[in-house]
């Protein structure tokens, strides 16, 4: 896996403090979305997101300031002290915090870090796997789509078919294309991911199992 080291931008970050970050919930559990679906993978979910998708399903994340801060060295212990190898930095939107601290200091006990981003801010930390799901309610920042390891898009109604198709044409050729139905309209919309795959094979659909089988 190739690692992605880079430092961006970190005048645009929140900076609580040096060392911390505001954590809306943190959990050992299965990922449930896209390549990595069904491994065991410890979730660090960071408050704060000023993106503004209708139909997310964790608002709460929304104000950074609502969630305590936690230290980077608190966190990478509690991490460490679990069975975990994998670790999946979420939000919110987790790039607007400068991540370089806690990711560096994941690697150094050997982790491997991945992260679920809107991109819609600058990229800072050290990435194993950079899931990128753009949204339409702010756009990703171009210096994101070469560094994608793998693009998800959430289907809400049919138009975006041709929206996914625009940014699938725009990432790096060996980026892992899914569709993901909005949980909400899920009935409606996977039969048509479901058809749209077939008829556009590069694509692969994500589900988000652990909704399905009542895990976090
Ligand atoms: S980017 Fe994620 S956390 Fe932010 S509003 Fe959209 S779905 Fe919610």
Request: hydrophobic share 35%.
């Amino acid at each position: 896996m190739e690692t992605v080291n880079r430092v961006l931008g970190n005048e645009e970050k929140i900076s609580p403090a040096s060392g911390m970050l505001p954590v809306m919930e943190h959990f050992y559990t299965l990922q449930g979305e896209g390549y990595h679906q069904g491994k065991a993978a410890y979730f660090i979910r960071l408050g704060g997101c000023d993106v503004g998708c209708v139909w997310c399903d964790v608002k709460d994340s929304w104000d950074g300031g609502k969630h305590p801060l936690r230290s980077v060295e608190e966190l990478v212990k509690i991490v460490s002290a679990t069975p975990a190898r994998l670790v999946v930095i979420t939000g919110g939107e987790p790039l607007m915090h400068d991540l370089t601290e806690l990711t560096t200091r994941l690697k150094n006990e050997g982790l491997t870090t991945n992260i679920e981003t809107s991109g819609a801010h600058p990229v800072s930390g050290k990435w194993d796997w950079i899931c990128l799901s753009p949204k339409k309610f702010k756009a990703p920042l171009p210096e994101i789509l070469p560094l994608a390891h793998e693009l998800k898009v959430v289907v809400f109604n049919k138009s975006d078919f041709k929206w996914a198709e625009d940014y699938a044409g725009r990432v790096s050729p060996t980026c892992k294309l899914y569709l993901q139905p909005e949980w909400d309209k899920a009935a409606q919309m996977t039969p048509l991911i479901i058809e749209y795959i077939k008829n556009n094979p590069r694509w692969e659909l994500s589900l988000q199992i652990h909704k399905y089988i009542n895990i976090n």
